[in-house]
C-alpha cells in the first residue's frame, strides 16, 4: 500500500524469511561461522537456537543459497511427524524413493544414495528447522541416522534448527546419547539497542529505490522498548509506523508515530504475549537505548537531532486515524509537520572538481582546520580522494552521495567502481602495514559528526592527506589527539578469492590461492583444490610478517597483504 509513496521496491518489513534482507548481527554472524566451520570440517550433528522471531530460519535459508556445489542439502520445515514420516520426508528432499515402509528399506536407501555421493566427492547435509516439535522417539531415530558413516567420516551431517526448548531437550537424561555427540552448538540472540536501529536502516536500503525514509532517534527508542530487538516484532512495529506515516503524508517517522502505531498493536494483543513492558526491563530499555543513540550520535554521523514529539502531535495522529485499515490517504493536521522525500541534489563530482594538486602544506594544529570542515562533504571528498588513487572513473550516480548513513555510503561507493572498503579498527602502524588508502575517522571534542581524511602517503614522522584545498602534511602525534582508531581501507579483490578460504569459498578461490601463492614464491605449493598443510603454513607466515592473526584462513585482511605481496600488481600504495 504504502510501497510508492516511500519509494520502495517492495515493503521492507514483510514477514518472511527473504534471505536478500539477512542483517548479520554479531550473534548471526558468529552462528553463520560456525554452520560454515561445521559443513568444512564434517561434524555430525550441530545444534542452533533462538527465541521465537530472532531469525533462525532466514539465517537457515540464507546458508542454503551460499552452499558450495560438493555439498548437496535437505531442508524440512516444521517436522512433527513420526519416525517413518520424518524418513520418507528426508528422502523425498534428496529426491530419493520413499515409496518403502518401514524403516529399514527406507534408511537403506538412504544408506544407498549418501554412500554414492561420498564416492562422488560430494558432502551430504540434512537442515531441520523446528526441530523442537521433534518426539523424543524421532530425535533418537536421527542419533541412528548419524550412524551412517565410513571409517574416515559421516556420511550425513544433521543441523538442528529450533526455540530454546530444542536444548533442554537434547539436555534431558532421555537424550544424552544424542546430546553428547552435538560437535557445534550455537544460539541467536535478540538485537541489541545498536543493532536495533542498524537493521532498521538496513531493511529501508535494501528495499528503497531512492533515499528518503527515516525513522528520528526517539523513533527508534520505542521501536527497541517494544520489539526487545526481536528481528520479527522489529518488523511489525516499523510496518505499522510506515502505515500511520503514509496516511498521515508523511516521510518522517517520528516518535509519535511510532507510539500511536504500538497503541494499535496493544489493541490486538501484542503487549500481552510480552512481559517487557514491566517497570524493570522498561529501565533497562532506556539505559540500553541511550547507549546506543550515543553510539549512534559519535559513530554513525548523518542523522540530524531529534527531541520527543509533543503530545499535541500523537494526539493529531491519533485523530486522524480511520480505523485499522488505512484505504486512502488522510491529509494531515497542522499540528503534523509535513516534509516531501529528500531530492537527491546535482551529483557530487559536479559539484566538487578534481581538487588540482597544490604544493602541500605542514598543519601543525589540526584541530582548527577539521573544525572549518564539514563532516558530509568532508565524508565525500574522502571518498573521491581514495577512487582517484585507485585511477577509477569520475562518473557516478549521484544518489550514492547523498547517502545519509556512512558505512553504507562507503560501501556503496566503492561498490560501484567494483572495490572493496574494510573497516578496521586499530592504530596507525596496523594502516601503514596494510599500505592502501585509507580514509580517517576524525573527531572533535564537544562535536558529534566526525570528519574524514584520506592517506595518501605515510613516511616516518609525518602523514601526508589529500584534502579538498590540496595535500597536507600532519605528525603522527597530532593525528593521534582526532583520530577515533577507525579506518576504513579501500582495496580491490584483483584475483576474485570468495568466501573466507576455506571455510566457505568454492573450489577454484583454493586454487587461485595456491596460484597467488606459487607466483610470489612459494613454489613448493601444488595447484590443486585441496587447502592443504603447506598452503597453510604459507598463508600463516604471510600473516605473521603483517602483524595479523595467523590463523591461516584468508579473509579480507589476509587477501590485503597477499595482494600487497606480488609487486607487479598496480597497487597504489601508500609506504615505501
Not at 524413493?97 to 527406507?106: A, F, G, P, W, Y
Not at 550514492?400 to 592504530?427: M, P, Q, V, Y
Not at 602502524?429 to 588508502?437: I, M
Request: include cysteine; aromatic fraction near 10%; charge should be positive.
Amino acid at each position: 500500500m504504502y510501497n510508492k509513496f516511500f519509494g520502495f521496491r517492495e515493503g521492507p518489513f514483510q514477514l518472511v524469511p527473504n534471505p536478500a534482507y539477512l542483517f548479520l548481527s554479531r550473534s548471526h554472524e558468529e552462528t553463520m561461522a560456525n554452520l560454515n566451520y561445521a559443513i568444512y570440517q564434517g561434524e555430525g550433528f550441530v545444534e542452533i537456537t533462538g527465541e521465537v522471531g530472532t531469525g533462525k530460519t532466514t539465517l537457515c535459508r540464507a546458508f542454503l543459497e551460499k552452499i558450495e556445489k560438493k555439498t548437496e542439502a535437505a531442508y524440512i520445515f516444521n517436522p512433527k511427524l513420526d519416525s517413518i514420516q520424518l524418513l520418507k520426508a528426508i528422502n523425498d528432499e534428496f529426491g530419493i524413493s520413499s515409496d518403502k515402509n518401514t524403516i529399514k528399506e527406507l534408511i537403506d536407501t538412504l544408506n544407498a544414495f549418501l554412500m554414492k555421493k561420498k564416492a562422488s566427492g560430494k558432502n551430504v547435509v540434512l537442515i531441520i528447522d523446528e526441530a523442537q516439535n521433534l518426539s523424543y522417539e524421532v530425535l533418537e531415530q536421527l542419533r541412528l541416522l548419524s550412524n551412517l558413516e565410513t571409517n574416515q567420516s559421516k556420511l550425513l551431517q544433521i543441523i538442528m534448527v529450533g526455540q530454546p526448548e530444542l536444548k533442554d531437550m537434547l539436555d534431558s537424561h532421555e537424550l544424552r546419547q544424542l546430546g553428547q555427540r552435538i560437535n557445534v552448538s550455537s544460539h541467536l540472540f535478540p538485537l541489541t539497542a545498536k543493532e536495533t536501529i542498524e537493521y532498521v536502516q538496513h531493511r529501508i536500503h535494501i528495499a528503497s529505490r531512492k533515499p528518503g525514509t527515516k525513522f528520528t532517534r526517539f523513533a527508534f527508542y520505542y521501536i527497541y522498548k517494544f520489539s526487545r530487538g526481536i528481528p520479527r516484532l522489529i518488523n511489525i512495529v516499523c510496518d505499522r509506523s510506515l502505515l500511520t506515516a503514509y496516511s498521515l503524508d508523511q516521510h518522517k517517522i517520528s516518535a509519535g508515530i511510532v507510539r500511536s502505531s504500538i497503541k494499535e498493536l496493544a489493541g490486538r494483543g501484542f503487549l500481552k504475549n510480552y512481559s517487557f513492558w514491566d517497570g524493570k526491563n522498561s529501565l533497562l530499555a532506556i539505559f540500553l537505548l541511550c547507549v546506543a543513540l550515543l553510539v549512534v550520535t559519535f559513530y554513525r554521523p548523518g542523522t540530524d537531532n531529534i527531541s520527543e514529539p509533543a503530545a499535541t502531535q500523537e494526539k493529531g495522529i491519533a485523530e486522524k486515524k480511520a480505523g485499522n485499515v488505512v484505504k486512502k490517504k488522510i491529509l494531515p493536521s497542522q499540528n503534523v509537520e509535513k516534509k516531501q522525500i529528500a531530492i537527491p541534489g546535482k551529483s557530487f563530482l559536479d559539484q566538487h572538481p578534481e581538487p588540482k594538486q597544490l604544493g602541500s602544506k605542514q598543519i601543525d594544529n589540526l584541530g582548527p582546520y577539521l573544525k572549518a570542515m564539514e563532516s558530509r562533504s568532508s565524508r565525500n571528498m574522502a571518498m573521491k580522494t581514495a577512487l582517484s588513487l585507485w585511477n577509477t572513473s569520475n562518473d557516478s550516480k549521484s544518489h550514492i552521495w547523498d547517502t545519509k548513513e556512512d558505512w553504507t555510503f562507503f560501501k556503496l561507493a566503492a561498490k560501484e567502481k567494483s572495490l572493496l572498503i574494510h573497516r578496521i579498527k586499530g592504530n596507525l602502524e596496523g594502516v601503514k602495514k596494510l599500505n592502501l588508502p585509507a580514509i580517517l575517522e576524525l573527531s572533535l571534542p564537544d562535536v558529534s559528526l566526525p570528519r574524514y581524511l584520506t592517506i595518501q602517503k605515510m613516511d616516518t614522522g609525518q602523514i601526508t592527506f589529500k584534502a579538498k584545498d590540496g595535500l597536507i602534511v600532519v605528525k603522527p602525534d597530532e593525528i593521534k589527539k582526532y583520530w577515533v582508531g577507525r579506518a576504513y581501507i579501500i582495496w580491490k579483490n584483483i584475483f576474485s578469492f570468495q568466501g573466507t578460504i576455506p571455510l566457505n569459498s568454492p573450489e577454484k578461490s583454493i586454487i587461485a590461492l595456491k596460484m597467488h601463492l606459487h607466483d610470489i614464491g612459494y613454489n613448493e605449493i601444488k595447484i590443486d583444490p585441496d587447502y592443504d598443510s603447506r598452503t597453510k603454513a604459507a598463508v600463516k607466515k604471510i600473516q605473521t610478517k603483517y602483524g595479523l592473526k595467523a590463523d591461516g584462513l584468508v579473509g579480507p585482511l589476509t587477501k590485503i597483504v597477499l595482494y600487497n605481496e606480488k609487486k607487479s600488481l598496480k597497487i597504489p600504495h601508500i609506504a615505501n
